[in-house]
C-alpha cells in the first residue's frame, strides 16, 4: 500500500495556546481514518490544517510526497454544519466545487447528477436547501465534497447535528459510498462508536496540548452492517478507545463547567 | 425578515380570519369617520368626508388635473429614487470592501442619517430652483443613507461558515464575493430599497410644499390655501396608495428573489 496523506512534525500555536504538538502520521490509499478526542484536543484544527483552511506552526502535510498549504482540488471538505448556499438549489450546491474551478459544464453536471443519485438525492436536484431535513442536507454537503472528485476526503463531524438514528443510517450510507469509490478518508468525531464502526484506524488524540496518544487498527471485518456494533469485538475496541480518553474528557467536562 | 411560527394547515385558517377582521376595520373607520364628518364636524372648511374625497378623485382625474401632478411627482420621485438606490449601492460596496472607505464615510454617513435632512429643502429650492431637480436632490438625500447603511451591513454580516465553505474549494476573493457576499446581501439591500420608497414619498411632498409649480405637494399646498378639504385629502390619499401599492410590490419582489428569508 502507497501512502496518500503523511504528517510531519506538525504543531500548531494560536497564540501561546499550544493546539497541537507535533503530529507525526502516515495514512494509506484508500484507508478510512478517524480522529477522536476530548473538546480541545485539536482534532479540528488538524482537519483544518490538512484541509489548507490554517496555516502549520511548525511541520508539514504531504499529499502524495507534496506539501500542501492551502486548499485545493485533491481534498474535499464536508462540514460540520451543512453550509449550503440557501438560494442555490441542491444541484447548484453540488456544483459549486466545479464552478469555482472554472469547469461546470455538461460532463460535470452529469456526473454531479450520479453523485446526487448515489447519496440518496434523485429527484431532489431543483429543491432548496430549507426544503430538505437534516440528514438531507448533509447529504447534499457530502455529494458537493465529492463533485469535485477528491482523492481525499476530510469530513469534520458531520453527522453530530443529526438525531441518533440519522446518524446511524448516514454512517451506513456513508461506507456504502466509500466502498464504491474507495477514496482516502480522513473523519473527525466525537462518537467513539462511530468512529470504530466506520475505520480500519482510529486515531485517538488527547488534550493539553493537543497530540496523538494512540493508534488503534480496527481489525473488523467488511463490509460492516449495523449489527456489528454490538459484537463483543467492537464493543471491546470502544471500550479500550474510551479508557485511553475518560480522564481527558472528565478534566474538559469540569472546565467548560468552571 | 419575516417569521412564520404556524404550520401551513393553520396560516390559511388564520389569514382568513385576519383578512376578515382587516377589511372590517377599514370599512367600520371609513363609515366613522363619514359620520364624524358629516353629522358632528359637518364643516366642509375643517374635514373632508371619505365619499366627498372619492367625488373629488374622480373629478381631479376627468380634468385632468390630477395626472399632471402625479405625473410631476412621480419622475421626481423616480429620478431621485434611481440615482439614490445607485450610489447608496456603490457606497455600501465600497464602505463593505475597504477599512479606508468605511473609515472616511462612516461618520457622514450615520450623521446625515439621523439628521432630519428634509429641513434643508428650501435651501436646496434656493440652490436648484423651483422646478423638478431641487426636489430629487432632497429624494437622494433621503434615500441614499438607509440604502447605502443597508448594503454595507448586508455584506459585513455575510456567514463565515458560508466563506470558509468557498474557501476550501479554493475559491478566490472575488469568487467568495460575487457567489457569497453579494447574494446573501441582497435581502438586506431590499429591506434598504424598501425603506427607502417611504421616506422618498415623504421628500417629494414636502420639497414641493415648500415651493414647486406642479405635483401632488403643490396640489396639497393649494387646496390647503383655499379650504378645499377634498382636494387636499384627494392628494393625500394618492400618495397613500402610492406608498401602499410601491411596499406592497417590493414584498412580492422578495418573496421572488429572496425565498430563503421567508422561514
Known sequence: MTIKLAVRNLSKWFGDLEALRALDLAIERGGFVSVVGPSGCGKTTFLRIVAGLELASAGEVLIDGRAVTRPGGDRGFVFQTDSLLPWRTVMGNALIGPEVAGRAGPQERRRTLDLLKLVGLEG??????????????QRVNLARALAIDPDILLMDEPFSSLDAQTR??????????????????????????????????????????????????????????????????????????????????????????? | MAMETQTHGGILQALRRHRLAGTVSVIAGLVLWEFVSRVIVANPLFLAAPTQIAAAILALGASGELWRHIGVSAIEFALGYAIACVLGILAGLAMANSAVAKRAMQPWVSGLYATPTIALAPLFILWFGIGVWSKVVVVILLVFFPVAINTEAGLRTTSERLIEMLRSFGATERQIFFKVSLPSAVPFILAGLKLGIGRGLIGVVVAELFGSRAGLGRLIAASADSFNMPELFAGVVVLAIAGILMTAGFTWLEGRLVPWTRD
Open chain 1, 124 to 137: 431532489f436536484e431543483s429543491y432548496y436547501p430549507r426544503q430538505l431535513s437534516g440528514g438531507m442536507r
Open chain 1, 168 to 258: 446511524e443510517i448516514m454512517q451506513t450510507e456513508l461506507m456504502r459510498i466509500w466502498e464504491e469509490g474507495r477514496k482516502t478518508v480522513l473523519f473527525v468525531t466525537h462518537q467513539i462508536d462511530e468512529a470504530v464502526f466506520l475505520s480500519d484506524r482510529v486515531l485517538v488524540f488527547a488534550r493539553r496540548p493537543g497530540r496523538l496518544q494512540e493508534r488503534v487498527d480496527i481489525a473488523l471485518p467488511r463490509p460492516r452492517a449495523l449489527t456489528i456494533k454490538r459484537t463483543p469485538e467492537f464493543v471491546a475496541y470502544v471500550d479500550r478507545i474510551w479508557r485511553l480518553i475518560e480522564d481527558d474528557v472528565r478534566a474538559s467536562v469540569i472546565e467548560q463547567k468552571a
